[in-house]
């Protein structure tokens, strides 16, 4: 296999987000309540950042039709889906606004909450930093959950899973 090097400028857009691509992440659907009603995004860009306190961060795209909406968010949840919810995640990607798909009921913050998921870290804002493209969102986890199950795995572009070991 060939390898390609690269400065990440501008022009080479592309090439960077392939090696990025690279990297196997989780797939998480960040929710929360707005002013028109509850709204959802599909993201991969989630990490854990502290145990004391507890923290973990997202990032979302400040060109994102969503953006407004999260900037001002106070209180959101962050589900990690599970394998059979690739629909539900492709779904939110495409509509933040449309939950018709989904089983999900609110907390008493008004932060909608997914069914099936295989964690839930419900967070009220910590901080906010601004990061080129990007909007680096860190949550204080006031509350979360977990069940054992497959998890919904990206990777250059496809969703996919692990194999069961033998």
């Not at 993201?43 to 969503?66: E, G, I, M, Q």
Request: include cysteine.
């Amino acid at each position: 296999m060939t390898e390609k090097h690269f400065t990440p400028t501008p022009d080479q857009s592309t090439a960077f987000r392939e090696a990025l691509g690279c990297f196997g992440t989780g797939v998480t659907v960040i929710t929360t309540d707005s002013e028109q009603g509850p709204r959802a995004i599909t993201v991969n860009s989630f990490t854990s950042v502290s145990l004391d306190p507890p923290l973990v961060l997202w990032c979302l795209a400040k060109d994102s039709n969503r953006f407004d909406d999260f900037n001002a968010s106070q209180h959101y949840s962050i589900h990690v889906m599970a394998e059979d919810q690739q629909d539900q995640a492709l779904r939110f990607a495409r509509d933040g606004k449309d939950f018709s798909h989904a089983e999900w009921s609110q907390d008493d913050t008004g932060r909608p909450q997914l069914s099936g998921c295989l964690a839930r870290f419900d967070c009220q804002l910590h901080a906010r930093h601004d990061a080129g493209d990007h909007l680096i969102l860190v949550g204080h986890v006031q509350h979360a959950m977990y069940r054992t199950g497959k998890g919904l795995i990206f990777k250059r572009g496809q969703f996919g899973g692990f194999a069961d070991l033998i």
